[in-house]
């Protein structure tokens, strides 16, 4: 049985179609998932008895189940589990300018970035559509406040499950619906040229960020081996491309990792290799697993790196940090449980 919020509001005008119902149907479900949040069918009564009773039958309205809710300064950090028994994890943030959420795309991830829990943990599956979508759900009915930002950067490389990513942009995306706006949504990829391509010709102005990490190829196959796929020189040619198709600024994430990546020699070279790119790097301190080796680079260097980075004229800003004390690293939560 097909579950109701996989389905972007023209799949379900369609269906109505199919069953000759009227279109405007759709409208009226929507709003009652999405605006009013109905757990049930019966409580739509704008709809005839009958069709409350078809809807049973061809649909259904499960969610996944929050298992584990850690709390932090300013930060939410939850454990779901899916009905086949996966676990996944979501991270809510709460800025001055609004309530931001991190959600998950895949159960695991086969990307295998050396500094990244989730990478730890093998692809089982992606998730459906409606799996990303209830993350959002159940967690602004449990902080009771509208979720105004979304970045799919969770467990999961979101280009390695690109038709439930899409179906769940256009779920969020309508106005029918949560109405979250499509440059208040942020894809991350490690750098799947191939979704790249498709990505830019796409309808709607979703952000891109790309997980980059190092500045040159060498050092990026070390730590992501998605770099021996797609290395580094190819996929700013793609970022430059995509651009100028889009005339849309990209985001370039740079996790400082202490004695990797975090030299004065490594700042200018990321100087060099995004010189006249419209893009801005936001640099991230380094979250510490017991798990894995990586050291967090002390505060003076990010200062020192950043400071090349500007003087170099790229915009760059340093991630505020939320949840270094409630397992907020990538995949850590779910690690651990």
Partial sequence: MKNIYDLTLKQLEDYFISIDEKPFRAVQIYE???KKRYSTFDEMTNISKDLREKLKKDFSLTKIKMLIKEQGENVNKYLFELEDGNKIESVVMFHDYGTSICVSSEVGCNMSCAFCESGRL???RDLKAHEIVQQILIIEEDIQKRITHVVVMGIGEPFDNYENVMRFIKIINCGKGIDIGSRHITISTCGIIPGIKRFMNEEGQVN???SLHAPNNELRSRIMPINKAYP???LIEVI???IKKTNRRVTFEYIML???????????ELATLLKG?????NIIPYNETENIGFKRTKEWKIMKFYDILKKNKINVTIRKEFGGNVDAAC?????NN
């Fill in 32 to 34: 009652g998932l999405y």
């Fill in 232 to 234: 580094l020189n190819d």
């Fill in 277 to 281: 790119i419209n893009c801005y790097v």
């Fill in 122 to 124: 093998k692809k089982v």
């Fill in 240 to 242: 430059k491309e995509y």
């Fill in 331 to 335: 995949g850590q939560l779910r690690a």
């Fill in 258 to 268: 202490e004695g990797i990546n975090d030299s004065e020699e490594n700042a200018k």
């Fill in 208 to 210: 891109l960020a790309i």
